[in-house]
């Protein structure tokens, strides 16, 4: 097919993959691009090259993440060549460093979030069928990282957390004591979580803490939504967002994801302990009326107690009757 002048100059056929030009950014691209799929890398390097968001949409089975991928580090790529670009000037080893004009002061990170950890196995399985080969970093938990065996036995994710952080500060784990980034990054640049566990098996290396070194240099990060969302556990794991390419992947999830992030579970025995705090108050306040302590007491005070123990029951009844309905 005929595509058009102005976001392809020219296709070169190869064993490995294709390339092709958009908008002065060298794409390389597993196989011939379909139509629709050139559009589509098209608009990511526009919202790039313009540093604005975008909302793209494709039907299932167009090749959306592999376009993503490869469109996204191809800019990163050619920003990393802009930036790196030097001029020589007089003589012997004296070079022009400066910034090409219109490459900008820095190349971004790519921040790559998607629904589920087995979702981003997805995205890295498309990754490695590129030709692109990034340091990239996946965040997880504890809970699917940790191969230590007395760490793994603990029944719950607190324990472990807890258990983890007191070996680490002791120095007494020999995987968390091991961790060398660079000497595995030779030899597996791109690793889901699994391939860290596999090979923190493998090297005698913690995965949790691999992953964690692994992220100060990536040049595309991967992780679910809510370590990017929500802003405790962002601060956590050291995520930061400022200056990065943040491609949020199935992004019909997000609302859901958002509500999730900043709602948390009121039990029925969470709001009895409450009524019982105010009941404890509001005996307080009777005994300073009683006593007559103008300046810590007032009718106003005791009144507002009375409302808020009245709401709290009204909704520990409505709890209490949603709960025997099941």
């Not at 597993?30 to 526009?46: A, D, H, L, T």
């Not at 460093?97 to 998607?114: F, L, N, W």
């Not at 803490?209 to 929500?230: C, S, T, V, W």
């Amino acid at each position: 097919p005929a595509y058009s002048k102005s976001w392809c100059t020219s296709i070169c056929y190869r064993m490995e993959s294709v390339e092709f030009t958009i908008d002065n950014v060298n794409v390389k691209f597993p196989f011939k691009p379909y139509p629709c799929q050139f559009v589509y890398m098209e608009k990511v390097i526009q919202c790039l090259q313009q540093s604005t968001n975008a909302i793209l949409e494709s039907p299932t089975g167009t090749g959306k993440t592999l376009c993503l991928l490869c469109a996204t580090l191809a800019w990163r790529e050619e920003q990393l060549r802009c930036r790196n670009g030097m001029a020589a000037v007089g003589e012997g080893n004296v070079w022009d460093t400066r910034t090409p004009s219109g490459c900008g002061e820095g190349v971004s990170k790519i921040i790559y979030a998607s629904r589920t950890h087995s979702q981003l196995a997805q995205v890295i399985r498309e990754l490695k069928n590129t030709s692109y080969r990034p340091r990239v970093a996946i965040i997880g938990s504890r809970e699917q990282m940790c191969i230590h065996p007395e760490v793994q036995r603990k029944e719950t994710n607190t324990e472990k957390v807890h258990l983890c952080r007191a070996k680490v500060k002791a120095n007494s784990c020999i995987y968390y004591n091991n961790v060398d980034a660079k000497r595995l990054q030779s030899s597996e640049p791109i690793m889901d979580i699994e391939d860290l566990v596999v090979a923190g098996n493998r090297h005698r290396m913690c995965p949790y803490y691999l992953a964690r070194e692994l992220k100060q240099d990536a040049d595309i990060i991967f992780m679910p939504y809510n370590y990017l969302l929500d802003a405790k556990t962002r601060k956590m794991h050291g995520v930061d967002v400022r200056g990065a390419v943040v491609i949020l992947d199935e992004a019909h999830n997000i609302e859901k994801v958002c509500e999730e992030a900043t709602s948390f579970d009121l039990t029925s025995l969470d709001i009895a302990y409450c009524i019982a705090d105010v009941d404890y108050l509001l005996q307080m306040k009777k005994e300073e009326l009683v006593e007559g302590d103008g300046e810590s007491a007032s009718d106003d005070d005791f009144k507002a107690l009375l409302n808020l123990k009245g709401k709290m029951a009204t909704t520990l009844a409505v709890h209490i009757q949603y709960r025997n309905s099941f």
